[in-house]
């Protein structure tokens, strides 16, 4: 079970789950790596428009992280997060897309997250590094696992 009290933890999921916001169809066809790309983009607008439910629809019913994270904590994890930020603001770096195929996806990337706490006067902001796993499976791209930690610390 996910420890909600630390605020950490809400950043960190909110910061993976960047990537849980489905792909627009487009009339041209893109590659599988630009797909990947335009779903960071649009999870990125997601988490800073706080549309907690269309990130969570997009993470896989099979979601699993080391952590012990399943799809429903992730639910969990973003709505405490939301709640305590009036406002959120993501600032993402691609530092690598490896594809394996057209159906599976690593994304190493860093993302700041900044945002204005409710509770208090004041901004709290932090970055991490994390490593995504991405399925494709015929319609959408699904986040299927993650790793992440504190820039300079080991993934977990």
């Known amino acids: ?5 630390r605020p950490t933890t809400f950043f960190i999921i909110g910061m993976a789950l960047i ?5 627009a169809c487009s009339e041209t066809a893109e590659s599988p790596e630009e797909a990947v790309r335009n779903w960071l983009a649009d999870g990125e607008l997601a988490v800073e428009s706080k ?3 269309a990130l969570v629809d997009m993470v896989s019913a099979n979601y699993a992280d080391a952590r012990g994270n399943e799809r429903k904590d992730i639910g969990d994890m973003m709505r405490l ?3 305590r930020r009036q406002k959120v603001a993501v600032l993402t770096k691609i530092d690598q897309i490896t594809l394996h195929g057209d159906t599976a996806a690593e994304v190493l990337l860093i993302i700041g997250l900044a945002g204005t706490n409710a509770a208090t006067v004041g901004l709290s902001a932090d970055a991490f590094r994390f490593e995504l796993e991405l399925e494709y499976d015929g319609d959408d791209w699904l986040l299927i696992g993650a790793r992440w930690g504190e ?3 080991k993934l977990r």
């Open 81 to 83: 997060y939301f709640l």
């Open 19 to 23: 990537c849980a916001l489905p792909i």
């Open 151 to 153: 820039i300079g610390k």
């Open 51 to 53: 549309d907690r439910r």
């Open 1 to 5: 079970m996910p420890d909600f009290r």
